[in-house]
């Protein structure tokens, strides 16, 4: 049986957590969250910028995940081997910075720069802990998301909801064998730690 076959015959927690994780992956929150963001902030000028956010940011990533996958240097695009990790998140700080200089030097929605920014903060972070140990990036990005979110949207149930889908993000990562608690514990911390302060630093 192939591995694919044995997921497909899952049942339980274990498919909610295969499910879960596909579905909060750190690629989908980085397409959805750039044009959601713009949209609130100007309007669907400001999506038009998110989107070329996430074609940038998300797109290019996930592209060169997937060519890895297809051609088997890579397990899967949840990049579940550590030692696999290190040209992916590199393609990725890379989009991420051209992406922030195209967005601040055209004019994009500062807040939508904002945004850029944090992924670049999290990433700065993330990437070098991951060189040496297991962080999780699922619950860095939902984590940071989050954050963001709670900018653009009412704060208060925005937090309750978003932790409690970050702690089922985390669940769903420690249920899989993928990360322990405390690599999940230090993604959320991590990425809702640097979302805070790229926002601050923006005075929003």
């Known amino acids: 049986m192939t591995g694919r076959d044995a ?5 339980g927690p274990t498919a909610l957590a295969r499910w879960v994780t596909g579905l909060f992956a750190p690629q989908v929150l ?7 963001v713009g949209l609130v902030a100007d309007g669907w ?8 956010a996430s074609a940038l940011c998300g797109g290019i990533p996930a592209g060169v995940i997937l060519a890895g996958v297809r051609s088997g240097r890579l397990d899967s695009h949840h990049l579940v081997d550590r030692a696999s990790r290190t040209r992916p998140l590199l393609v990725a700080v890379m989009a991420v ?8 030097s055209l004019g994009a929605p500062r807040l939508l720069v904002a945004t850029v920014t944090a992924m670049l903060a999290a990433l700065a972070l993330t990437v070098p802990i ?11 990005v939902s984590a940071g998301t989050v954050v963001v979110l709670a900018e653009v949207l009412p704060a208060a149930p925005t937090l309750v909801a978003g932790m409690l889908i970050v702690a089922t ?5 420690v249920r899989l064998r993928h990360h322990t608690p ?8 991590v990425g809702a730690g640097s979302a805070w302060a790229a926002l601050s630093g923006f005075g929003l």
């Open 30 to 36: 980085v397409i959805v969250l750039p044009p959601a």
């Open 7 to 11: 997921a497909r015959g899952e049942k």
């Open 45 to 52: 000028h400001g999506a038009g910028w998110g989107l070329v």
């Open 182 to 189: 405390a690599q999940v514990a230090a993604g959320a911390v």
């Open 97 to 104: 910075l051209v992406t922030l200089v195209l967005l601040a």
């Open 130 to 140: 991951t060189l040496r140990w297991k962080i999780s990036f699922h619950a860095a």
């Open 169 to 173: 993000v985390c669940w769903a990562r």
